[in-house]
């Protein structure tokens, strides 16, 4: 039984349609089938992770850095945004909260930020993912507050 908030990967050989390694059967004495090994446990807390780097990739997200308890917290693009996942066995529900550049367009932005991080939780983790709320928390223009002379 996994610990709760954690998620099993199935492994090659467990039932799920895959039989040994290739090239198990010259392994020698001793060797233990794939299926006999154990499992592979990940916490929600590694998922979500994963999800705020993804996110913090992109080069028009950021997240919120400095401050205490949420106080004095500024808007910083190197920062990792925040993230938190619901895991239901093999499926989960991302949120994540970002910052983003300002002027983009705000929708597209979101929805190309939402297909990556679908894509690369799934491809790194083995988790379906199958909803990502994305909420904005916070614009910058990028110009460290000065203006722009003309």
């Not at 780097?53 to 949420?70: H, I, N, P």
Request: charged share 20%.
């Amino acid at each position: 039984m996994n610990p709760p908030g954690a998620h099993a990967l199935p492994l090659p050989g467990d039932g799920a349609g895959g039989g040994s390694l290739p090239g198990a059967g010259d392994a020698g004495p001793g060797f233990v089938e794939t299926g006999t090994r154990g499992q592979t446990v990940l916490a929600a807390r590694v998922i979500e992770k994963i999800a705020a780097q993804v996110a913090s990739d992109e080069s028009s997200a950021g997240g919120s850095s400095g401050g205490f308890l949420g106080i004095g917290n500024r808007a910083d693009l190197s920062a990792r945004p925040r993230a938190s996942v619901e895991l239901a066995g093999n499926i989960a529900t991302l949120r994540v909260e970002v910052g983003m550049l300002y002027p983009v367009p705000l929708r597209q932005a979101t929805e190309a930020l939402r297909g990556r991080i679908r894509t690369r939780v799934t491809e790194l983790t083995g988790v379906d993912v199958r909803e990502v709320d994305i909420r904005i928390s916070w614009l910058t223009t990028g110009t460290n507050g000065r203006r722009r002379l003309l």
